[in-house]
């Protein structure tokens, strides 16, 4: 169950093992909802900014993404918790996503690199069914491609706040995914 932590929820976690079951049913269903990796940056940034503040309220799994977050989850709950890192924890999920082989969509980054992210994640077989750069004119683009494919997992990485503003509209249209952002992520795995 969540905690407040400087008036954010966070979710402490004892591994990443407990978090992925969280997204990833026995079964292999994909658990429907919204992860965000909370770090202190983003704590101090909800408490002086509302848009922030329920931008971070929508997630489902809200992490601790920072030392400073798990310490204070510690305190509260006078239990061990885990940092997790939101640039490991999406290739993690995509790994689990295999087995099922659950629909994957990939929006963001330039055109060469999200080209490239493609090439990484179905060679290890991960089921990418749709990608998108993320320097499209509009964003009809995104939506008709969500509509279209309708997938498990949506991974978006256009940085904060403008991931989480799209990622609240495509939960509009199409609520049965997993929804992440993950910032500059793609560059990192493309290198
Ligand atoms: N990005 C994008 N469209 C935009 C702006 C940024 O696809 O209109 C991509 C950018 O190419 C990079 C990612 O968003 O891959 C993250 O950008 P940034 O490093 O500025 O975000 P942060 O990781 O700091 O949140």
Known sequence: LPVLVGGVAVTPYESVQQLLSDVIADD???VPGMAIAINPEKVLKAQN?????AILAQATIPFADG???VKALQKKTGKKCVRIAGCELWLDILKH????QSKVVLVGAKADVISRCNDILTKQHVNVVAY???YFDNEDIVFDLISETMPDIVIVALGSPKQEKLIAKLRAIHNNALYMGVGGSF?????
């Open 187 to 191: 560059d990192v795995l493309t290198g």
């Open 67 to 69: 030392i400073g977050v």
């Open 132 to 134: 998108q750069d993320g």
């Open 97 to 100: 996503s295999v087995k099922h």
């Open 28 to 30: 292999g269903k994909v």
């Open 49 to 53: 900014d509302p848009q922030t503040h």
